[in-house]
């Protein structure tokens, strides 16, 4: 049995057992496309699931329920996962897409931060969806992921060497991993200096203001 299957299943039964009602019917029924979600891109980039909980109940301004597909609770934010089909999101009625319009904003209103994954993203683009994952990881929780999949390092400093080993010249330039990670520059920059603090990078001139870098001999 793999390692995703081995930790899903016990986390979807610890869940199952603390459930009822429709939320529990919607566990045992889990969906096809929250599980290939966990399993290509979640998994992947994080390595486990703490803190993470699926078909999670809220109630709206009309004290309706409502349930999203997963949310990742961990102070100082509430982070609620959408997996849209286009089939389900795409083609509604209008009353279900504005319903849906409502349901979203009633959960920015009460200071839950959301994200929305297309299920041809997860399908089709993985590894886009990893790094969008680990993106917001980095910038709302901090690089630090401690005992996450990528070690002491954090999953967006892991993602930093990953992506300047794999590549053909002998550095990369600021500008690189800004694209690379789509963030600013302010960011990138605390990002490698964490790295260069650990000396798993290296400037490749200068130690002010440093344009190129590379991979010191740890990281190699």
Same mark, same amino acid.
């Given at each position: 049995m793999s390692s995703f299957k081995l930790a899903y299943e016990g986390w979807m039964e610890k869940?199952?057992?603390?459930?009822?009602?429709?939320?529990?019917?919607?566990?045992l029924n889990h969906g096809h496309a929250e599980r290939v979600f966990l399993e290509t891109v979640w998994w992947p980039a994080v390595g486990r699931f703490d803190c993470l909980q699926a078909e999670y109940e809220v109630m709206d301004y009309r004290d309706r329920t409502r349930y999203l597909d997963f949310v990742y609770l961990r102070a100082p934010y509430r982070v609620c996962l959408e997996i849209d089909g286009y089939e389900t999101h795409g083609r509604s009625d209008r009353y279900t897409f504005s319903d849906d319009r409502r349901r979203q904003n009633g959960l920015v209103v009460e200071d839950w931060k959301v994200l929305r994954y297309s299920f041809d993203d997860v399908k089709d683009q993985p590894r886009q969806c990893q790094l969008s994952l680990q993106q917001w990881m980095g910038r709302w929780f901090g690089t630090r992921m401690e005992e996450?999949? @990528?070690?002491?390092?954090?999953?967006?400093?892991?993602? /930093?060497?990953?992506?300047?080993?794999? @590549?053909?010249?002998?550095?990369?330039?600021?500008?690189? /991993?800004?694209?690379?990670?789509n963030i600013g520059e302010k960011l990138a920059r605390k990002h490698l200096r964490e790295l260069m603090r650990q000396q798993w990078v290296a400037p490749v001139s200068g130690t002010q203001r440093i344009h190129a870098y590379k991979l010191a001999e740890r990281g190699r």
């Open positions: 869940q199952i057992q603390s459930s009822s009602g429709e939320r529990r019917r919607r566990l996450q999949k @990528g070690g002491a390092l954090g999953i967006v400093h892991t993602e /930093i060497i990953r992506f300047m080993s794999s @590549g053909v010249g002998t550095s990369v330039s600021l500008q690189d /991993i800004q694209a690379h990670l």
